[in-house]
């Protein structure tokens, strides 16, 4: 059974400061996800890591993957509040018969000013 | 292009009743996932609809069942509810089973 596990599951940061999300999960996959939830909305995309040493940016975020240590990174850059949310990781359970994504519990960041 | 829709965005309803809930494609989008996320939760895979058929489910009981029709849409049905069935479900959508996956808003569903 595929299982994916986040930490921190929650974080206060201050604006300016820098942090990691990391993600690990227990079985062989190639393609991870990691998404951004408000409070009370859906999931937002952020990043789809599709290879081996893939790395993706967007803003302030940044998003690896190391499939060899199933290991998934987000990083924060200089945070602003507005990054505060939810951010889950997901992972494809890809040959596993269920074909649908295993998520982690998420990570609750919270940016205080 | 439309995205992913769902109705409704809100439903209470009480125990052993039964419940649908609808989800509509992203344009062009042949394949329908469906989660559910309990407060404070990941999202938990149900299962998923290629071309009609079930193509595969996670580790829900057989009261959640489902459809996807001609137009790719799909329904989820879920009988006999439970308190714990109150969670947001939400469904994606995605072109081909192994692609990424696009998500609606979600239906919040209150199980009194």
């Known amino acids: 059974e595929l299982k994916v596990e986040q930490n921190p599951l929650f974080l206060s940061m201050q604006e300016g400061k820098n942090y990691t999300i990391y993600c690990n999960y227990s079985?062989?996959?190639?393609?991870l996800y990691w998404y951004r939830q408000d409070p009370g909305k859906s999931l937002e995309s952020l990043f789809v890591l599709l290879s081996n040493g893939a790395v993706k940016q967007e803003g302030r975020l940044m998003a690896s993957l190391d499939t060899k240590a199933r290991l998934s990174t987000l990083h924060i850059t200089a945070a602003v509040h507005d990054l505060s949310a939810t951010y889950f990781c997901?992972?494809?359970?890809?040959?596993?018969?269920?074909?649908?994504?295993?998520f982690g519990k998420g990570t609750h960041l919270i940016i205080q000013p | 292009e439309t995205g992913v829709t769902q109705s409704p965005t809100h439903l209470i309803k009480t125990r052993g009743q039964q419940v649908t809930l609808r989800c509509s494609s992203q344009?062009?989008?042949?394949?329908v996932s469906w989660y559910q996320q309990a407060l404070g939760q990941g999202p938990q895979f149900i299962f998923q609809y290629y071309r009609e058929e079930e193509n595969g489910r996670g580790n829900f009981p057989p009261r959640f069942s489902g459809l996807q029709f001609p137009n790719y849409s799909s329904e989820l049905n879920v009988n006999a509810l439970e308190l714990d069935d109150s969670a947001l479900y939400l469904c994606?959508?995605?072109?081909?089973?192994?692609?990424?996956?696009?998500f609606g808003p979600g239906t919040r569903l209150t199980v009194l």
């Open positions: 994606a959508s995605s072109l081909g089973r192994n692609n990424e996956q696009f």
């Open positions: 344009s062009g989008h042949n394949t």
């Open positions: 997901a992972v494809d359970n890809v040959g596993g018969g269920a074909d649908g994504l295993t």
């Open positions: 079985t062989t996959s190639d393609r």
